[in-house]
T-cell receptor
Framework: EDQVTQSPEALRLQEGESSSLNCSYT??????LFWYRQDPGKGPEFLFT???AGEEKEKERLKATLTKKESFLHITAPKPEDSATYLC???????????FGKGTKLTVNP | EAQVTQNPRYLITVTGKKLTVTCSQN?????MSWYRQDPGLGLRQIYY???????DKGDVPEGYKVSRKEKRNFPLILESPSPNQTSLYFC???????????FGQGTRLTVV
């Protein structure tokens, strides 16, 4: 069964304390790995797409990387406004179905 | 502005009373889908549509119906809602093959 597992479930950081979120996947014929940010009571907001192992994408304090079995979202010197739930999703081969992980709730304290 | 619009944002209804949640997108996307989000379970796909008149079941389709008569609209229908359908619902759209999905703001449904 195709699965996407995110860890940790929750992460508390001090402002400026860098860390990484993990997304491991077992999806047949991965066509793409996606990261979304979700603020409370709002819809997920697209951050990155990664298509092949070794690929990296950056946006401000965030950098996403991809290996053959997992993806990492690195957060460098986070600020309180980075507090949100970060969702990872994998696109299955041969379909347009996105399989989501349960998310990592990030809290950045000032 | 590119957006996915869901209505209503909040809804409280009683068991068995049919309801429809509307979803509309203005980006000419072929692919549209519905998700429900529950604490501890994450986002689970209910139904999706690859184009007009083409729909298919996701992971949790029981108790739901959809239709895609126009490219921009993808309503979610609950024929006989039950309390276990109390949830936060999201509609999303994207181009096929490029799944930078755009999500609506969500509909919080309570069935009593």
């Amino acid at each position: 069964e195709d699965q996407v597992t995110q860890s940790p479930e929750a992460l508390r950081l001090q402002e400026g304390e860098s860390s990484s979120l993990n997304c491991s996947y077992t999806v047949s014929g991965l066509r793409g790995l996606f990261w979304y940010r979700q603020d409370p009571g709002k819809g997920p907001e697209f951050l990155f797409t990664l298509y092949s192992a070794g690929e990296e994408k950056e946006k401000e304090r965030l950098k996403a990387t991809l290996t053959k079995k997992e993806s990492f979202l690195h957060i460098t010197a986070p600020k309180p406004e980075d507090s949100a739930t970060y969702l990872c999703a994998a696109l299955q081969g041969g379909s347009e179905k996105l399989v989501f992980g349960k998310g990592t709730k990030l809290t950045v304290n000032p | 502005e590119a957006q996915v619009t869901q209505n209503p944002r909040y809804l409280i209804t009683v068991t068995g009373k049919k309801l429809t949640v509307t979803c509309s997108q203005n980006m000419n996307h072929e692919y549209m889908s519905w998700y429900r989000q529950d604490p501890g379970l994450g986002l689970r796909q209910i139904y999706y549509s690859m184009n007009v008149e083409v729909t298919d079941k996701g992971d949790v389709p029981e108790g739901y119906k959809v239709s895609r008569k126009e490219k921009r609209n993808f309503p979610l229908i609950l024929e006989s809602p039950s309390p276990n359908q109390t949830s936060l619902y999201f509609c999303a759209s994207s181009f096929i093959g490029n799944t930078e999905a755009f999500f609506g703001q969500g509909t919080r449904l309570t069935v009593v």
